[in-house]
């Protein structure tokens, strides 16, 4: 046996630091875990300042002690490894697991043990802990807003349906494969369109557009069939015409009785609200923003100087102001700008400003997609003589959407978090009905409750959805 | 000429239909404006507000005019921002360096941060710590008090004031501090290009920065006093504290939620930049036979910050723009004062909405630019 030099442990006394270290580290965890979960204060005689500080000082020697490089064995070389490279890690590690330790107690104790789940009234409510009873009285108004308790199943219906819808591309067979891009670009959206529009609001909102519109995608899905000589003028002329036609000149109150589904009770969009808001605001934006991203990500990196010009202007102009200013926008500035007599809805006015705003986001993203692909690409393209929309729809596109797909996610995520501002037009989603909710004479004083669980759901939608976008990335990483 | 008809159709398509959305747009809004008996003009501006703000850095109240009151709204705003990037930078470069440790539980436990900050909406966590966890504070007269100057209350925190005597000249001295470092800089490089001498310009710089407005409080006449809060009994239960500065609870709760939530974006642009440098950089700086705070100082660091700023600057406005929540709680920031309150009282809708978005465009493409030709300025030459 040599000697030993307590500052200084090496291999040759290997058990007898390993024994003493792991000993005082094992104390100083004891120390602070029965002091929290217990009560205990072991050193309770010690002065209270030295008492507070003695478990750091214990683990930081042990941790010391049990610093041999190359022992041999193996679990010890990785925790050294890993919490024990020196005085200063030791010092953290030890910090955060007595963090660690320290507030489990209170945070168990708050969110199971002394919380109350039972009953449906505050009275239920008399412990220390949650009261989650709150968010079982008040579940309804979360998830759904203020649209009426028994027309719920038709926003689970829609959901469920268009779910389902969504899920198709996992089960579509190679013959169908190509046709899933159509499918999931142009029909999907107009199916969810209808659904929500038809089926949740029970009513022919905006009747008079919607037959126009409902005709004008139906024409541009045709028109990618018209011979491609004619195509850019049956593009220019065809849907705008038949929307005209449509709206001004066949609009009888016939058709929108027509429309009307029987049974079904009209519920205004003011009603709408919670969780299922958030999801339908986010759906629609994020539909609607992607098209008029590319556009205007196409229109900035244009050879045409005027259309570039304005699309650098719109992208600047949206990206320079924050979401809660042009909410303010669509609520009391643009009703301003429209015709006296045209009324436009609160949610539909709130979606076009979303999406506005975050095609301003997408475009520069999508821009940073274009530019990422080497120049041989476009020149490629253009060699085998094709034009600048084929050139684009089959070889840039395709490729730099691979690119930005992390970056639309991100995009997505953020649109999804701001979705809570509108509460600013007077639309209650679930942080707005929240808000309300805590205001309630009965249910006075939960605010805590309320806002720790819609952080628990949007942190598992944005957390699921950052996941599923790095798989994503994964997926599609193409190698150069 | 060889003009090609296929070249100005579609941007002659384009600016038409612009120049028809805008046309349209003015037309209804005078007619609009017509209908409802609203002119449009500016001249509101110089009227007298008749509101009041809570919280102001400069001199208002309700005598002052519009104009007064945007700028109160702004200077909060900045404020906000300011006290908000500080506190962001300094928490996001120690997480983000933090992701990049060996040690695992450190590792972890930025990781944990990130992840969890940074997924949920940053309004609710505003409302969070502004409803849920600033309420559960103490009253005024319940309050402890921390290191027994600051009190941390339901009203808001209490800290000392500053109270100077002969202020400019403590300014000047540090001015002329600054000065005197760069040119010891200047001069210092001068040394090192001409005979390799190395002048220890770090503590000289320090020690100036020191001793000149040191010396300001000796030979300067320049003095400073504290002016601590104390509790003040207004009835028999209602107590507030005099004296000092009161921070609002507002703007506590708005700047530690910005703080947090941006943290986390400029704790992942920290760590892509320091991951950015290659490892051969290190390597080959090493072997040149530079020392560890060298090749830190004068071939890591640089190299990271160029990955680094950008995405940065970019977070900086994100904050800025966020800033603009503040309206949920009542904080008086630019949207609540301006185009919140003005617009109640004045209904003038469209110049005050314009002016708030022209006023934030400003911000951000000032910014913008600064931070294009900061990029263009540090960018590698090739050729």
Known sequence: ?480 | MNFKLKDIVPQLITVLAVIFIFGFFTYNAQINMENRGIDFGYGFLSQESSFDVQFSLIEYDGSHSYFRAYLVGLLNTILVSVIGIIIATILGVIVGVARLSPNYLINKFAAFYVEFFRNIPLLLQIFFWYFAALRALPLPQDAEAIFGVFFLTIKGLYVPAFIWQNLSIFLYSIVAAALAIIIIRIHAKKVQENQGKQIPVFYISLGLLFIIPLLSFFIGGVSLSFEVPVLKQLATTSFIYEGGVSLPPELIALTLSLSLYTATFIAECVRAGIQGVGKGQKEAAASIGLTPNQVLKLVIMPQALRIIIPPTTNQYLNLTKNSSLAAAIAYPDLVLVFAGTALMQTGKAIEIVSITMFTYLTLSISISILMNWYNKRIAIQEK
């Open chain 1, 1 to 480: 046996m040599s000697k030993k030099n307590f500052l200084k442990p090496d291999k040759s006394n290997l058990y007898t630091y390993l024994y003493l270290g792991s000993f005082l580290f094992f104390i100083s965890i004891l120390d602070v875990f029965l002091n929290s979960f217990f009560k205990l204060n072991l050193t309770g005689f010690l002065p209270n300042f030295l008492s507070f500080l003695l478990p750091l000082i214990l683990g930081f020697i042990g941790l010391h002690f049990i610093r041999i490089e190359y022992s041999g064995i193996n679990k010890l070389d990785l925790l050294n490894k890993h919490i024990n490279t020196n005085n200063f890690n030791a010092i953290l590690s030890l910090l955060i697991i007595f963090v660690i330790i320290k507030s489990l107690p209170p945070l168990l104790s708050w969110f199971v043990i002394d919380a109350s789940f039972a009953g449906d009234s505050k009275d239920v409510c008399s412990g220390s802990g949650a009261c989650w009873t709150y968010i079982k009285v008040w579940i309804r108004r979360f998830m759904y807003g203020m649209y009426p308790n028994a027309e719920q199943w038709r926003i689970n219906l829609s959901f469920v349906a268009l779910m389902l819808l969504g899920s198709v591309g996992y089960f579509a067979t190679d013959r169908f494969k190509k046709y899933l891009t159509l499918y999931y670009v142009v029909i999907y959206p107009l199916i969810a369109f209808l659904f929500i529009f038809f089926f949740i609001s029970g009513g022919p909102v905006f009747f008079d557009f919607s037959y126009g519109i409902i005709a004008a995608i139906l024409s541009i899905i045709i028109g990618f069939f018209v011979p491609s000589k004619l195509k850019f003028y049956y593009f220019l002329i065809v849907p705008l015409a038949l929307y005209i036609i449509l709206k001004y000149f066949l609009f009888f109150d016939e058709y929108i009785e027509l429309g009307k589904l029987d049974g079904l009770n009209w519920v205004e969009t003011g009603a709408w609200g919670g969780l299922s808001l958030t999801f339908i605001i986010s759906f629609f934006c994020l539909i609607f923003c992607f098209p008029i991203g590319m556009a205007f990500a196409l229109g900035r990196r244009s050879g045409f100087p005027l259309i570039r010009y304005i699309s650098i202007g719109f992208i600047e102009f949206w990206r320079g102001v924050p979401l809660i200013t042009v909410l303010f926008m669509s609520a009391v500035m643009f009703p301003m700008f429209l015709p006296a007599d045209f009324f436009i809805d609160k949610l539909v006015r709130c979606i076009i400003a979303i999406s506005l705003f975050e095609a301003a986001y997408v475009a520069e993203v999508i821009r940073g997609g274009l530019q990422a692909l080497p120049r041989g690409q476009y020149e490629a393209a253009k060699s085998l003589g094709m034009g600048y929309w084929r050139m684009h729809i089959f070889v840039i596109l395709p490729q730099a959407l691979k690119l930005v797909i992390p970056g639309i996610a991100n995009t997505f995520l953020a649109l999804v978090k701001d979705t809570p501002l509108i509460f600013v037009v007077g639309l209650l989603e679930i942080v707005g009905m929240l808000n309300l909710a805590k205001t309630n004479p009965k249910w006075l004083g939960f605010a805590m409750e309320g806002y720790v669980f819609a952080a628990i759901i949007f942190w598992i939608i944005c957390y699921a959805m950052s996941k599923y976008s790095y798989n994503l990335e994964q997926k599609y990483k193409t190698d150069r």
